[in-house]
């Protein structure tokens, strides 16, 4: 299929795919340079066919944050053979789709607690193949993970011995330009880990906004990116990246101008988000820097300017969102896009997989 | 089916249908008691079967934001007759779509400018059967609309006189507490038609945080309210209901407890939405008006307090989330409860409808 951008229904998330290759070959390079290892976290394509352009650039596996999303990916590719789900698992359910998983391909999750993983050690100790469990640490984004390195090889060791368990490493999701809090932090647990006779194979770290100074922590074996590979509005304003690196975009119509300044467009919050991830407005009108985007209801973006807004009723505009990764999961399908020619839809095959 | 809550797989978007049918008959008797007609907005819960229940407690049919909202609302139910789409649409795709639906229901739709009343008059010229258009007007929530009395009565006449066009009155989205500001607005608009011999078939007016005072203006004919039906802590906030009115709750489960004062929630904006809606912080956790959820990452949720967050990893808390409509949209299917037990399991049949 061909159809010009002009021709697509709006609103409607586009993914230039010439950008989305030549964000992923950026930082495999950068990583390559630096030998560290890539494993993207897939949240924010959602997409098996761009899993693939990462796996094909060298990544060695993918990052998931749910069982079912990981499912998804697995089943929407024969390629992904490798999966790390960085996030605590619990329930029943949960745990017997992780074990079905763990058939499939090579599987390793993360824990931050006794209970997360003696749950764990519960549901694979019948299993033929042990699950991979890394220790999730927090090196000061507060959100899960242990407080401290004693803390960590605690745990590793609680892994080591659990039955159905092989202790793989430690894991942690850095807060922004963290990388010497991360080096801190895992050079002191491998000491402990290491006097206590566990060897720690892996160490991995994410992260886009700090991802081209990964390299300060030399300690961490890998890396997991996601936003890279579309990269958007907050990552510009970090000066991560240029509007010209935004792969992922939303395409509106000017639906009314109903003053001189102000424009609605017929995308809202039910496409855009509300995440404004440290951002005024929620988004950037390509080409159009003048433009705030000041409110959004459900259905309706407010655009205005101080001066003249110069749009007209049926004008078509291009939005780069604070977040790309919650505007790929707001849509069913993103149309893939070269210029302006829609040369493909794809199924967000991901979208909404949540448990 | 019968599901214990505590072996539904979580996150899981909740629905009672006891307190949706109670929220939905309060207005209802407001309304019948004001003589207004009601129209509600199934933007918050896009299904079907709870239109039918508000049909059946007596509204006169629905309101739709999109076509394709509309669309899968109506093939979700053939006891819908009657949608107003409160949208300027524009485009081909779109109106022929239209033109499709309005062989099948009672439609309407709005506008705000010469441009859509064309577009719309272009797409029905040929067709049996008029369209009906409304003409929006802005009184005060600045997003679409007309600005004046004056301009909305000139598009009244563009439509009166537009081939394949009825003029079907007027609407507004007003601001919370602009019943005055309506009645005002809609007074003179009404005088300035009537003069030039048009009649105001209807006026209609929306938004849940003000409904109980619709009655302010009685020039209204018909309310559009839309969250009403589920309730959600920015209503609880501007004090238009109580917790104990909120239909809509996410069950998650505590993933990690890494420390004292912090709890990580298997729910993030992915499940919640960024949507802060006047509010501070992401959701109430009932029961606990000690927590705050203070951030988001796309699947963790993270609760803090002051005091000892008491909760354990694996424990369940149920969320009343800022804003109820947006929840809906981030999920295939909600849970049908009575009390603690899951009964049913619905397709939000609208979900992800934003063209």
């Known amino acids: 299929m061909k159809t010009a951008l002009a021709d697509v229904n709006t609103p409607a998330?586009?993914?230039?795919?010439?950008?989305?290759?030549?964000?992923?070959?950026?930082?495999?390079?950068?990583?390559?340079?630096?030998?560290?290892?890539?494993?993207?976290?897939?949240?924010?394509?959602?997409?098996?066919?761009?899993?693939?352009?990462?796996?094909?650039?060298?990544?060695?596996?993918?990052?998931?944050?749910?069982?079912?999303?990981?499912?998804?990916?697995?089943?929407?590719?024969?390629?992904?053979?490798?999966?790390?789900?960085?996030?605590?698992?619990?329930?029943?359910?949960?745990?017997?789709?992780?074990?079905?998983?763990a058939k499939k391909v090579t599987l390793s999750?993360?824990?931050?607690?006794?209970?997360?993983?003696?749950?764990?050690?519960?549901?694979?100790?019948?299993?033929?193949?042990?699950?991979?469990?890394?220790?999730?640490?927090?090196?000061?984004?507060?959100?899960?993970?242990?407080?401290?390195?004693?803390?960590?090889?605690?745990?590793?060791?609680?892994?080591?011995?659990?039955?159905?368990?092989?202790?793989?490493?430690?894991?942690?999701?850095?807060?922004?330009g963290g990388a010497r809090a991360v080096q801190s932090f895992m050079s002191r647990a491998k000491v402990f880990l290491e006097?206590?006779?566990?060897?720690?194979?892996?160490?991995?770290?994410?992260g886009t906004p700090s991802m081209m100074k990964a390299a300060l922590a030399p300690i961490a074996t890998e890396y997991r990116p996601g936003t890279y590979v579309y990269n958007d509005r907050s990552l510009v304003a970090r000066g991560a990246c240029a509007w010209e690196d935004c792969a992922l975009t939303v395409l509106a119509t000017v639906v009314s101008v109903p003053a001189a300044n102000r424009a609605i467009i017929d995308a809202g919050s039910k496409t855009l988000t509300s995440d404004l991830f440290g951002q005024t407005g929620?988004?950037?009108?390509?080409?159009?820097?003048?433009?705030?985007?000041?409110?959004?209801?459900?259905?309706?973006?407010?655009?205005?300017?101080?001066?003249?807004?110069?749009?007209?009723?049926g004008d078509r505009v291009r939005v780069v969102p604070n977040h790309a990764c919650v505007v790929t999961n707001m849509v069913d399908a993103v149309h893939i896009v070269e210029g302006d020619t829609v040369t493909d839809i794809w199924p967000v095959a991901a979208r909404g997989k949540i448990t």
Chains 1, 2 share one sequence.
């Open 282 to 313: 929620f988004g950037h009108v390509l080409g159009r820097p003048d433009i705030a985007i000041d409110q959004l209801s459900e259905e309706h973006g407010r655009l205005v300017t101080t001066g003249p807004i110069a749009l007209s009723v």
């Open 13 to 101: 998330v586009l993914v230039d795919l010439g950008l989305t290759r030549r964000n992923i070959d950026r930082f495999q390079a950068y990583a390559d340079k630096h030998g560290l290892k890539v494993r993207p976290h897939i949240k924010t394509h959602k997409l098996p066919a761009i899993a693939e352009m990462q796996l094909d650039a060298g990544a060695i596996g993918i990052t998931c944050q749910k069982v079912s999303e990981a499912e998804a990916m697995i089943a929407g590719s024969d390629r992904i053979k490798d999966v790390l789900i960085t996030y605590n698992i619990l329930g029943n359910e949960k745990l017997a789709h992780l074990a079905a998983l």
């Open 195 to 206: 006097a206590a006779g566990i060897d720690v194979p892996v160490i991995t770290s994410g």
């Open 109 to 176: 999750v993360v824990a931050d607690s006794a209970k997360v993983i003696d749950g764990l050690s519960a549901a694979f100790a019948e299993e033929d193949k042990p699950l991979t469990v890394l220790v999730e640490c927090n090196t000061g984004a507060d959100r899960c993970g242990v407080a401290t390195p004693e803390a960590a090889a605690e745990l590793a060791k609680r892994i080591a011995a659990a039955p159905g368990l092989i202790f793989g490493g430690l894991m942690t999701f850095p807060p922004t």
